[in-house]
């Protein structure tokens, strides 16, 4: 393997990387947003936005710097898969920028109801849109070189099928990441939805994993060869016990455990797509050599992101340490600190933990 080969292997490990941390933080606050639309008690979706309040828009930063990464290590793959992505991230570009709004003009809002649904829709839509861009991945970019042919020419079932099962995982992450935020009635719900999105997001692996290397040759000459058998074999392994853990500890009115394994269950099925695509960043038509970028750039962006990554990682866990605990009950029913009158009430997602929910007060 020659130096750009490995630099290509080593941005393609990276990237991933990038892609999985960004999945699993952004991916349960979106799913808080979709199982927002299935709430009906405004104070009881005060209370699941106020769970992810502080750490939701930090997450999103992951998805900017693997955008950025991806335009500077493979700028083919940018150009093309965007091109015919055009549509999907387009969506996906403005789910995130109505939830982000809709978040904040609810904290001030006399009537919340819009603003929560706006929330919702965008957190549904920006889901959707994120699997029916797998989807479309998987099943191969209609790409000539490096063009891609349009952005019309490759939607089928295939990636709506792969769309419903990333927004279900995301309810998923979200509902079992609100079990550990919550209590009573809250909680209880949150659990029934997450065994609904589970079964609905199981259904829709288990199609995904049959039908790719069925219809893909590529996919099921990796899986189904010697020696990559040996070391594949184990991820569909892991999936189905992290699966039955999962329902049992939903089963048992487990806590933590629902959140523990639904993360193992996405990185089990990251790990075997990634190893599925390899060596290309689009199938069939454009491999990691042809799409690099130079090897100066490469090592150039190797030491500027290798530098700011572990940043993120200490910021993104201080966020995490700070507003861990569980969420105060009925954070929007005019809640406020004892102040003078004339003073301003502070925004009713100020808080920091459950030890810090004291200084409230119901008015």
């Not at 978040?103 to 920006?126: E, I, K, M, N, Q």
């Not at 392994?237 to 329902?247: R, W």
């Not at 960043?281 to 690099?292: N, V």
């Not at 105060?328 to 005019?334: D, N």
Request: hydrophobic content about 55%; aromatic content about 12%.
């Amino acid at each position: 393997m020659d130096i750009h080969a490995f630099l290509a292997m080593i941005w393609y490990l990276l990237l991933g990387f990038i892609l999985i941390l960004y999945v699993i933080s952004d991916g349960f606050d979106l799913g808080v947003g979709i199982l927002v639309l299935l709430e009906r008690d405004e104070g009881r979706r005060a209370e699941m936005m106020a769970g992810i309040n502080g750490i939701w828009d930090a997450n999103e930063t992951w998805l900017v710097l693997f955008g950025g990464a991806l335009f500077g290590a493979f700028p083919a793959i940018y150009a093309a898969a965007l091109h015919a992505l055009y549509i999907p991230v387009s969506l996906m570009l403005f789910g995130l920028i109505l939830r982000g709004a809709a978040f904040g003009f609810r904290a001030h809002a006399r009537d919340t109801r819009p603003w929560t649904l706006a929330f919702g829709v965008g957190s549904l839509l920006a889901a959707l849109a994120q699997g029916y861009a797998l989807g479309g991945v998987i099943g191969g970019l209609p790409v000539d070189g490096a063009q891609a042919a349009g952005i019309g020419s490759w939607p089928s079932p295939f990636p709506a099928i792969v769309s419903a099962g990333v927004a279900a995982g995301y309810a998923l992450l979200g509902g079992t990441f609100m079990i550990m935020k919550t209590r009573s009635g809250l909680q209880v719900a949150n659990r029934r939805r997450s065994r609904y999105a589970a079964w609905i997001m199981l259904s829709a692996a288990a199609f995904v994993t049959i039908a790719t290397p069925a219809s893909y040759g590529y996919v099921g000459q990796r899986w189904f060869s010697m020696p990559d058998f040996v070391f594949l074999a184990p991820l569909p392994a892991i999936a189905l016990a992290a699966a039955f853990l999962l329902l049992r500890s939903l089963e048992r009115d487990c806590e933590r455990a629902p959140f523990v394994w639904t993360l193992v269950i996405f990185l089990a099925s990251f790990v075997g797509l990634t190893a599925s695509l390899y060596p290309y960043l689009i199938p069939t038509r454009l491999t990691l050599d042809d799409a690099a970028a130079s090897s100066p750039t490469l090592v150039f962006m190797l030491v500027g992101i290798g530098m700011l990554i572990p940043i993120m990682l200490v910021y993104n866990g201080y966020q995490y340490r700070v507003f861990r605990g569980r969420v105060p009950r009925g954070p929007r029913v005019a809640m406020r600190r004892a102040e003078p009158p004339g003073a301003v009430a502070p925004s009713p997602f100020n808080y920091r933990s459950h030890a810090d929910s004291s200084r409230w007060t119901q008015g």
